[in-house]
């Protein structure tokens, strides 16, 4: 587990982006409500035979399934009617794929699209190789599906090129990665120059992902980007102000959000202890020795070596406030992050926000006698251990009783002033 560092933004989005940097998309039309969608289906700009996508930043659209009830996220529309009847069923509703979780996500907005009848179906991206430190292309023949599977059923299917960061991509290496993905001739010819485009816009944008799924060559051997996700770097924010304005948060984990408003690295997790640590190795470990004792952790909360009180306090009414999280366990190791400002962010959230979960509690470094000394003097009541694992034995322990008692509805009560 890490830091989120990846800026996901949705398909409207990333076809105008590409289109931008002269990357051949379908036309398409973003629209927010059903008389949006009846009204540029009927425009004819993008024919009789339309693409409508529900916008949610999630894979698996189109076989997913609104709370509704209605079935799809992608549907292919060829009147008016249709349309707009479609689109009152999407917008405005929660849609459940297999990588939302029963939760699902909002629909607020549909992408129509016109639809292009292909001859052939590939697949393209470019992705940051760690092991080789810098950008790789991968294609493969077989588009239109999922990639994963083509690679564990047929990796022979599956071809690389590893591009060196200082030279860039070559007219070689695109060329012979547009033969291996089937293109011939003419098509050959503009899915290499295709792809020389999208790894210009991947450098130029800072993405850290570019997937094209398909990457379509039609009839006539014009070839074309036909769906795609793209992801950008969080880091580059300051200078891609015009990628970052289409970010989503409706899309986004609203603990996430409110974290990184107060600049928190913090992701929700399935579990149900609480974590807040300093320092991302840490919290990993954490994480590890929570599950090595039998719990499950409920996020990854790294408040770093710098934060402040208030930020401290913030972390604590996100963990309080996750109705998951059964007890909290602080894991501290001081050094440029001193003991006392955690210390005094715990006892702050106690006074100022009711604290309603039990808190565990290891401190270690930089003014810990100064940090024991705030707590047992604030008149709440903390279990307090110095070693790690007897820390993490205990949070297993009593989420384990909290869990108990809320299934058989007896109270348990450990925020009591001493």
Not at 216 to 241: H, I, M, S, W, Y
Not at 357 to 373: C, D, F, S, W, Y
């Given at each position: 587990m890490q830091q989120v560092r990846h800026l996901n933004i949705h398909e409207y989005a990333s076809m105008e982006i590409m289109a931008e940097h002269g990357v051949a998309v379908p036309r398409g039309k973003l629209c927010k409500s059903p008389l949006e969608v009846k009204e540029a289906y009927e425009s004819g700009s993008l024919g009789s035979d339309v693409v409508m996508k529900a916008q949610v930043l999630a894979g698996g659209r189109g076989r997913g399934t609104f709370k509704n009830g209605f079935k799809g996220g992608v549907h292919i529309v060829s009147k008016s009617q249709d349309a707009e009847n479609m689109a009152k069923k999407m917008i405005g509703q929660i849609l459940v794929t297999k990588q939302t979780g029963s939760e699902g996500k909002p629909c607020d907005k549909v992408f129509l699209m016109e639809r292009l009848y292909l001859r052939r179906e590939t697949y393209f991206s470019i992705l940051?190789?760690?092991?080789?430190?810098?950008?790789?292309?991968?294609?493969?023949?077989?588009?239109?599906?999922?990639?994963?599977?083509?690679?564990?059923?047929?990796?022979?299917m599956i071809f690389t090129e590893k591009i060196d960061i200082m030279e860039g991509i070559t007219a070689t290496q695109v060329n012979r990665l547009a033969k291996n993905m089937g293109f011939e001739?003419?098509?050959?010819?503009?899915?290499?120059?295709?792809?020389?485009?999208?790894?210009?816009m991947f450098v130029a944008t800072d993405s850290t992902l570019v997937e094209i799924n398909p990457l379509a060559e039609t009839p006539n051997g014009d070839v074309f980007c036909c769906d795609a996700k793209l992801n950008f770097d969080d880091n580059a924010e300051f200078r891609q102000e015009k990628v970052f304005a289409y970010r989503d948060r409706a899309q986004e984990d609203t603990r996430e959000v409110e974290a990184a408003e107060y600049g928190l690295n913090y992701i929700g997790l399935d579990g149900s202890i609480g974590c807040l640590v300093n320092g991302a190795g840490l919290a990993m470990a954490t994480m590890d020795i929570i599950k090595l004792n039998g719990g499950s952790p409920a996020n990854f909360l790294d408040v770093g070596g710098g934060a402040t009180k208030s930020q401290v306090q913030k972390a604590f009414?996100?963990?309080?406030?996750?109705?998951?999280?059964?007890?909290?366990?602080?894991?501290?190791?001081?050094?440029?992050?001193?003991?006392?400002?955690?210390?005094?962010?715990?006892?702050?959230?106690?006074q100022e926000i009711g604290l309603k979960k039990p808190i565990i509690i290891r401190?270690?470094?930089?003014?810990?006698?100064?940090?024991?000394?705030?707590?047992?003097?604030?008149?709440?009541?903390?279990?307090?251990?110095?070693?790690?694992?007897?820390?993490?034995s205990m949070a297993v322990k009593v989420a384990q009783i909290v869990e108990s008692a809320q299934q058989i509805k007896v109270g348990v009560s450990f925020e009591m002033p001493l």
């Amino acid at each position: 587990m890490q830091q989120v560092r990846h800026l996901n933004i949705h398909e409207y989005a990333s076809m105008e982006i590409m289109a931008e940097h002269g990357v051949a998309v379908p036309r398409g039309k973003l629209c927010k409500s059903p008389l949006e969608v009846k009204e540029a289906y009927e425009s004819g700009s993008l024919g009789s035979d339309v693409v409508m996508k529900a916008q949610v930043l999630a894979g698996g659209r189109g076989r997913g399934t609104f709370k509704n009830g209605f079935k799809g996220g992608v549907h292919i529309v060829s009147k008016s009617q249709d349309a707009e009847n479609m689109a009152k069923k999407m917008i405005g509703q929660i849609l459940v794929t297999k990588q939302t979780g029963s939760e699902g996500k909002p629909c607020d907005k549909v992408f129509l699209m016109e639809r292009l009848y292909l001859r052939r179906e590939t697949y393209f991206s470019i992705l940051l190789d760690r092991s080789h430190a810098g950008p790789t292309l991968v294609g493969s023949p077989c588009g239109g599906m999922n990639i994963e599977d083509v690679a564990a059923d047929t990796p022979e299917m599956i071809f690389t090129e590893k591009i060196d960061i200082m030279e860039g991509i070559t007219a070689t290496q695109v060329n012979r990665l547009a033969k291996n993905m089937g293109f011939e001739g003419e098509s050959e010819t503009k899915a290499a120059e295709l792809m020389t485009r999208l790894y210009n816009m991947f450098v130029a944008t800072d993405s850290t992902l570019v997937e094209i799924n398909p990457l379509a060559e039609t009839p006539n051997g014009d070839v074309f980007c036909c769906d795609a996700k793209l992801n950008f770097d969080d880091n580059a924010e300051f200078r891609q102000e015009k990628v970052f304005a289409y970010r989503d948060r409706a899309q986004e984990d609203t603990r996430e959000v409110e974290a990184a408003e107060y600049g928190l690295n913090y992701i929700g997790l399935d579990g149900s202890i609480g974590c807040l640590v300093n320092g991302a190795g840490l919290a990993m470990a954490t994480m590890d020795i929570i599950k090595l004792n039998g719990g499950s952790p409920a996020n990854f909360l790294d408040v770093g070596g710098g934060a402040t009180k208030s930020q401290v306090q913030k972390a604590f009414e996100i963990l309080n406030a996750d109705d998951k999280v059964r007890a909290i366990f602080v894991n501290i190791f001081g050094g440029i992050m001193r003991c006392d400002v955690i210390a005094a962010g715990v006892v702050a959230a106690a006074q100022e926000i009711g604290l309603k979960k039990p808190i565990i509690i290891r401190l270690q470094g930089t003014n810990v006698e100064q940090a024991k000394e705030l707590i047992e003097a604030s008149g709440f009541r903390m279990m307090m251990t110095d070693d790690l694992e007897q820390a993490a034995s205990m949070a297993v322990k009593v989420a384990q009783i909290v869990e108990s008692a809320q299934q058989i509805k007896v109270g348990v009560s450990f925020e009591m002033p001493l």
